[in-house]
C-alpha cells in the first residue's frame, strides 16, 4: 500500500554522504548539524544573515525526487518562504517555492540528477532554525 511506498521512497538519504555548507553559521549551529539525526542539534545561519542559504553538495550528481526539511519547531514556526534550487550542469534552477515548513514538509521534485542542492530562505520570524535536512 501507500505506507510501504512512501517507506521505500524514503528510505536512503542521499544527504547522508554529502557535504553541508551555508551563507553562516552561528556558533554551535553550524550546518552539519543538519544531518546528524539528533533531536536536539539545529542550523541556524548568524542573526546578521539577510539572505540565508543551506546547500548540499553531493559526491556525485543524484537524481533528487523527494527534499524533506524539519524545522526546529521548538523555536516556533518560523520559515515563511523559501525557494529551493539545484545545480545543474553549470547554472542553478529553481525546482521549488513555497512558504511555511512547520515540523516537517516533504517536499516532491522532479527527480533531475543533481551535484548540488540549495535552499533559500527568503522570509522567516527571527532567523530559520533547521534540525533536519534530507534528500531522496
Given amino acids: 500500500g501507500w505506507a510501504k511506498r512512501r517507506t521505500d521512497r524514503l528510505s536512503n538519504n ?19 548539524l543538519v544531518l546528524d539525526s539528533k533531536k536536539e542539534t539545529y542550523w541556524m545561519p548568524k542573526k546578521s544573515d539577510k539572505s540565508p542559504t543551506l546547500s548540499i553538495q553531493f559526491t556525485q550528481a543524484v537524481p533528487v525526487q523527494y527534499v524533506q526539511i524539519q524545522e526546529g519547531i521548538a523555536y516556533g514556526q518560523r520559515v515563511r518562504s523559501f525557494v529551493i534550487e539545484g545545480y545543474l550542469g553549470s547554472e542553478w534552477i529553481q525546482l521549488y517555492q513555497g512558504s511555511t515548513l512547520g515540523y516537517k514538509r516533504i517536499i516532491p521534485i522532479k527527480g533531475d540528477a543533481l551535484q548540488q542542492l540549495r535552499i533559500r530562505f527568503l522570509d522567516s520570524k527571527g532567523v530559520p532554525i533547521i534540525k533536519e535536512l534530507a534528500v531522496f
Fill in 14 to 32: 542521499l544527504a547522508a554522504k554529502a557535504k553541508t555548507m551555508a551563507s553562516s553559521s552561528s556558533r554551535g549551529w553550524e550546518a552539519n
